[in-house]
């Protein structure tokens, strides 16, 4: 079953850093910075950072 974000947000882009990965990607008009935070930061180490504007997205995912 998927989630219905996952159909609002679609990953562009990520790279990976030093304990983090940065995500890039495109969205639906509607798509707040909080689903972003929901959909993709770290349940437990969180992450950072997050954007949304012009149908696109971005946020920092903290891996440890």
Known sequence: MSDKNDERM???SRSQGYHHVV???EC???V???DVRR???H???GGR??????GRF???VHTD
């Open 32 to 34: 707040t910075v909080e």
């Open 43 to 45: 349940p437990q180490f």
């Open 28 to 30: 639906d008009a509607d």
């Open 58 to 60: 971005g946020c920092t």
């Open 39 to 41: 959909r993709f930061y």
């Open 49 to 54: 950072d997050a954007w949304v504007t012009g």
């Open 10 to 12: 679609k990953v562009t």
């Open 23 to 25: 995500i890039v990607g």
